[in-house]
Structure formats: C-alpha cells, structure tokens
C-alpha cells in the first residue's frame, strides 16, 4: 500500500482542475496577495480556502473566530460559507493587509459578517473572552505568528464550545517541524504545540499532510 503521494505539478493541476471550484473573485485575490512581498508564502492555498469553508459547513457554524487575516482570502472562503445573520471574527497585527480583503470581501456580499479586530491577538483573545465569555465560538481557524501558537491554542480553545473545531495551519512549517536542527522561535513554537496536542485529552486530533500542514482539532464535549 502506498505511504506518501508526491505532489508533482502535474498532479496538483489535476486535483485544481477536477476538485477546486474556484471564481473569478477569489482567483483575483490570490493574484493580488501573490504579487506582495512573500505574499504567496504567506496566504493559504486554493484547495485549503476551499476546505475550510467546506468545514464551516460541516460543522454548521454561526460563529467564526480567525486569528492571522492576513489580505483576508480565508476570511473571504470562510464567510462565504456561514449562514445567514453568522459572524466571522478576525484578529491582524496591522489593518493594512486586511484593508485588501475588505473590497473583496464587499464584492462578495459578505462584508457585514466580518469584524477585525487590529492588535496584538493575545491581548485581543483576552479581550473577547471579557467581552463574549468563554465557549462563545464553534470554530477557530488559527494562522499567525508560529512562535505564539501554543499561547493562541490555549486561549483559543477556550473560546471554542465543547464539540467546535479548531483548525490550525503550517504545522508541518515547510518541513522544518520534523527538523531537530531547525530551532527557531517559529519553528520552536509549532514544534511545542504539535507535541502538546498530541497528548492532550481535551480535543480529538489529526494532522493532514496537505498544503503546509493542517491540523483538525475537536474539543470534546
């Protein structure tokens, strides 16, 4: 049985062209955010956009918290999938990458499902549990800063109901998780969170071993 598939381009071009249901709208972001410094990096892929509003869905999500917006194209796929009078939450560093999205976010009709909130996340998460009380979310898309990640899953998973889903991106972190000699403060910090969820009892896990590593955790009832 086979192990591991190779992504070749040959073979993520058949997956785009028989699996991504993409739009003119979101093909148009993606370019625009590509064309920043580090802006391909750094911005989620197609097909993962695609499974995260897959999984707001799934899950039947009303309430969305998304801590890293970046030029806000997961904020866009994930917006798009909430329900009628549902709300997405959305903590950046800086309004300057976010202030891209919100055209788009407007061109899509979804702008008024959207609130960001600009600051440092950690102080923003403490903040919205004042606020809105612990368990007040039933999905939290995670995709900051790496060295803060086990902070953000904490306070995070606090704000997430019993049953919600946490997800959480990069955590195979361009390989360099699986490196001991890789110890950077960001590296460090997914490294630190991949082991700690592997033993905590409070959630269900799985890591997918696509795009840059996606991580589904289920805070058990």
């Known amino acids: 049985m086979a192990q591991q598939v190779t992504t070749t381009q040959r073979l ?3 997956i785009r062209g028989t699996s991504l249901r993409d739009d003119e709208l979101l093909a148009e972001l993606r370019a625009e955010t590509a064309a920043l410094p580090a802006g391909e990096a750094m911005q989620v ?27 806000g194209y997961s904020t866009l796929c994930m917006a798009r999938a909430l329900p009628p009078g549902g709300e997405l939450v959305t903590c950046d560093l800086t309004d300057r990458w976010p202030a891209i999205g919100a055209g788009y976010w ?8 959207i609130a960001v909130r600009i600051g440092d996340a950690v102080k923003t998460l403490a903040e919205l549990t004042a606020e809105r009380g612990p368990e007040s ?5 995670v995709d900051a800063d790496k ?11 606090a704000l997430l109901r019993p049953g919600g ?17 890789m110890q950077d403060p960001d590296t460090a910090g997914v490294r ?8 905590d009892d409070r959630v269900d896990i799985s890591l997918l071993t696509v795009a840059d590593g996606i991580t589904l955790v289920r805070k058990r009832p």
């Open 12 to 14: 993520l071009d058949y």
């Open 45 to 71: 892929m197609a097909e993962e956009g695609q499974l995260l509003a897959l999984l707001v869905g799934l899950t039947g999500a009303r309430s969305v918290l998304e801590i890293g917006t970046f030029t």
């Open 106 to 113: 407007a061109r899509a009709g979804v702008a008024d499902r």
């Open 137 to 141: 979310f039933d999905f939290v898309f």
């Open 147 to 157: 060295a803060n990640y086990p902070r953000y899953y904490e306070e995070s998973l």
């Open 165 to 181: 889903l946490l997800v959480v991106d990069n955590t195979l972190f361009f390989g360099r998780a699986a490196d001991p000699d």
């Open 192 to 199: 630190e969170l991949n082991a700690a969820l592997h033993t």
